[in-house]
């Protein structure tokens, strides 16, 4: 901790490793399509993409920027996972690297917390917009999405880790889309459409992401089914590959029942990719987990595209 404080003081205060902390890392923006995809999605099932549907991304994105910027905050200052020496926190990612900003004193805790508050300062100006020239349930929903960050770390010791995360990047995103397009959008078939994006976000994604946390985390009391498959020797490939057959069967009925277009199935390319990455994921873990993100990124974008196309 000492060695963290030296850092901090001796770093100048503006320099590339805090700059791109603040533009780049902190916020998590290679997430963007995870966030944006729902929201256009959202805009599609109230009716057609529109300006506002736009400027509904735009404050889903900044207040998503926001929220994953606290989570960085919270997990060093209020849940502590991310404080300690290198083993005893959570693992830095090659696709994030948010984890150990704040131990390796390249932000202080003051600063990733004031970051989050500006992310989410900006959020507001469109949200409001919104809010007068559509209607209040977007303000609403968003400053849920902002409050999801509190959940999702508070979450993790209570077995709401990935239900917490999929309502922030499922339902929400999807909501914000349809009730930035229309006053009075068809809600539940948004709520039932969401469904995919929170499998592949939240409970396939978590369990792959906090793999290489789960040791550390596991010995500061969290309690979360990610973590548990790791603890109980659950093969992790059989785990998100039993996921993602869920998922794409789950997209197979909301394009029978008529709620997706037949071309939404786009995004059906990246189920045998995502199969290969399960094949080589033992082998050498951290080059395919970080090429399983990329594919699961392009997953909810190949679907909206799909669903603008044959809508």
Known sequence: MEDRAQNITSMPFLTTARIKAHLWTLPRWFAAPLIAAPV???GLLAGGVTVNTW?????????SAGAL???SFLDYSWTGLDKGNLQ??????????????????IVTPGEAALNAISWYVLGLIPTIYLAINVGWPVLVLMLMGMMITF??????FNWTHELSLAVGTAPLPVLIGMYATSASPPWLTGLIACVPFAIIHSFAGLALDEWPDAQA???KGVKSIAYKVWENGISLEWYLSAWFLFM????VFLISIG??????????ISFPMLMGCMVFLKKNFRKVAGITVLIALSYPVMLVVGQAIGG
């Open 259 to 268: 709620i997706l277009a037949p071309l939404s199935a786009l995004s059906f």
């Open 40 to 42: 256009v999605l959202g």
């Open 217 to 219: 985390n596991l010995e």
């Open 69 to 71: 910027s606290f989570n």
């Open 248 to 251: 794409y069967l789950y997209q």
């Open 151 to 156: 959940w999702y770390s508070w979450g993790k």
């Open 55 to 63: 400027l509904g991304v735009l404050a889903a994105l900044l207040t």
């Open 88 to 105: 005893e926190r959570s693992a830095e990612k090659d696709y994030c690297g948010a984890q150990s900003l704040i131990a390796r004193g």
